[in-house]
């Protein structure tokens, strides 16, 4: 691949990872809060946000997993099924960016 050609496929990514995250903000933010799954997550498992989107995250880390094995193993994988897993895999790691960020940003201002 090109220099090029990854600059086209990185920009179509980032786009559908953006579609996505628009999307997906109805469906899980409450109050405007983009994490609020997470923290009633970490409060029912008494665990921080973080460690809860970090339980979520491993299962599309598992199913990533899976797709390298059926590569190596020269199965067939589904170019919808590998777009849809690595997308949200990368959403879930820009989810976790955020918090951190977040957080950062409530103990310097609130301390």
């Known amino acids: 691949m090109t220099d090029k050609q990854f600059q086209e496929f ?3 990514a980032v786009d ?9 903000q109805v469906e899980y933010a409450k109050d405007g809060n983009r994490f609020y799954n997470f923290i009633r997550a970490g409060e029912g498992k008494r665990e921080t946000p ?3 989107l970090w339980g979520m995250y491993y299962k599309h880390h ?3 997993s899976d797709i390298i094995d ?18 949200d895999s990368i959403n879930y790691l820009f989810l976790l960016w955020g918090m951190l960020e977040d957080r950062k940003g409530k103990i310097k201002g609130g301390r």
């Open 10 to 12: 990185f920009k179509n």
């Open 16 to 24: 559908m990872c953006r579609r996505t995250m628009g999307g997906k």
């Open 50 to 52: 973080e460690k809860a």
């Open 62 to 64: 598992i199913s990533v």
């Open 70 to 87: 059926a590569v190596e193993a020269g199965e067939p994988v589904s170019e919808n099924i590998y777009n849809e897993k690595l997308k």
